[in-house]
């Protein structure tokens, strides 16, 4: 989701500012819902900053989605409606795809790469072996999240509030549900698939069962949530309404910790083991949480608007939309 610095507006496709209009109201501050909050260590900027950028790749326009999958990173840029593939060993771009306007999410699914196309309201599917793009197929409204749960991809339209469930071997849609809730980046753990109501304006995370297809849960957060994250038994949310991090456990679904962040607006996070880092795309830098103590303890100064992040072999690779780059941030 590509998120534009300001008044957390966050740009969907179309909007006067740029991309995604997920219309966050103004410059107020919203309520967490959370039980603790711990202050970040420092203000961002500050002391505890750190320049550690080890190299940057030029991709497409606006690059926001990123994963790594058949030894590549995959990114889609918004921008141009285009997916990078770079190689994170020689640090070069390997291949160029045209996906459709507005990509905003890479996925692994089968043994393919699928996109969401935000703007368009389709999905492309991309031959890994060929580089080359299979079909690209209308879905629901603004597509912004693709999850996989056995044979069924699930592609979360965010205008309408529905999944639509793909079979993954045929590359068809199967059936649309209605879940009511206006998604932002989606995880699968546990066997649930945990979706931020990102437009929804409940500030809710909710769980749905793959097999029932109904919600099951719903964690209180932070205003406007925009991605979850798994690491050790808990959840990370980053919440884009109120510059918090929200921290849950996994099983009862209860918040047990919320982490503000200071330094701007922030989008989407990564939770490892050891670090929970945090787009400060308001500040052009990334926030790091100790997930034990749920303090920031550093951040890492980063190009212009830092958005989705991934984890390859002990190194963190962010997207930076306003820099038109992929970084690999730490090491």
């Known amino acids: 989701m590509w998120i534009r610095r300001g008044c957390r507006v966050l740009v ?4 006067s500012c740029s991309a995604l209009t997920l219309a966050l109201a103004s410059c107020g501050t919203g309520s967490s819902g959370s039980s603790t909050v711990s202050p970040s260590a420092g203000p961002i900027g500050g002391p505890s900053s750190q320049p550690l950028i080890a190299a940057k790749v030029a991709v497409g326009n606006q690059p926001d989605g990123l994963i790594y999958a058949y030894g590549s990173l995959w990114v889609a840029n918004f921008g141009d409606g285009s997916v990078s593939r770079v190689d994170p060993a020689s640090r070069r771009v390997v291949a160029t ?8 999410t890479v996925a692994s699914v089968g043994s ?10 389709s999905v492309t599917r991309i031959d890994p072996a060929t580089n080359k793009v299979i079909a690209t197929s209308p879905t629901g409204t603004k597509p912004v999240a693709i999850a996989v749960v056995g044979r069924v991809a ?4 965010q205008a309408d509030g529905t999944a639509h469930l793909w079979d993954i071997a045929s590359g068809r849609p199967e059936m649309t549900v209605s879940l009511g809730v206006h998604a932002g980046f989606v995880t699968v ?3 649930l698939l945990w979706v931020p109501d990102f437009q929804g304006g409940t500030s809710e995370v909710v769980a749905v069962d793959p097999v029932s297809r109904r919600i099951v849960k719903r964690v209180r957060v932070g205003a406007a949530p925009i991605s979850v994250s798994f690491a050790a038994g808990s959840g990370w949310v980053s919440n884009t309404g109120d510059a918090s991090v929200t921290r849950f456990d996994q099983t009862t679904g209860r918040t047990v910790a919320t982490v503000a962040v200071s330094g701007g607006s922030i989008g989407p996070l990564l939770a490892t083991p050891t670090a ?6 308001g500040g052009a830098q990334l926030a790091d949480i100790d997930p034990v103590t749920a303090h920031v303890t550093r951040t ?10 991934a984890f390859v072999s002990g190194q963190l690779w962010v997207a930076e939309a306003g820099a038109n780059d992929v970084a690999l941030a730490h090491q």
Do not use: H, R
């Open 276 to 281: 929970v880092w945090v787009s400060v795309y």
């Open 154 to 157: 699930w592609v979360f339209c």
């Open 97 to 104: 795809i045209a996906a459709g306007a507005g990509a905003i």
């Open 12 to 15: 969907v496709a179309g909007a």
């Open 189 to 191: 753990a546990g066997g």
């Open 300 to 309: 890492i100064s980063v190009g212009d608007e830092p958005q989705n992040l």
């Open 112 to 121: 393919q790469i699928w996109v969401a196309n935000f703007e368009a309201s």
